[in-house]
């Protein structure tokens, strides 16, 4: 089951959700056809997309 939160800056989560996050972390990550593994090299091209995009919001 696939559940989606969006906590606004400034907001905090909800202890239901704090008691979701709990439980999903006994669970490992499932890999599929659709969502691959990411390579450490990818991990670090997300990282600063990210960073940027965050940057640019803030701006």
């Known amino acids: 089951m696939i ?4 906590i606004k800056p400034g907001q905090s989560p909800t202890r239901e959700q704090f ?3 709990e439980y999903a972390k ?3 990550i499932a890999f599929d056809e659709e ?4 390579s450490p090299e990818m991990i670090e ?6 960073g940027r ?3 640019r ?3």
Do not use: D, G, M, W
């Open 53 to 55: 995009q965050n940057h």
């Open 26 to 28: 006994k669970y490992p």
């Open 19 to 21: 008691q979701e996050v």
């Open 35 to 38: 969502c691959e593994e990411l």
């Open 3 to 6: 559940r989606t939160f969006t």
């Open 57 to 59: 919001k803030k701006a």
């Open 45 to 50: 091209t997300f990282k600063v997309s990210i």
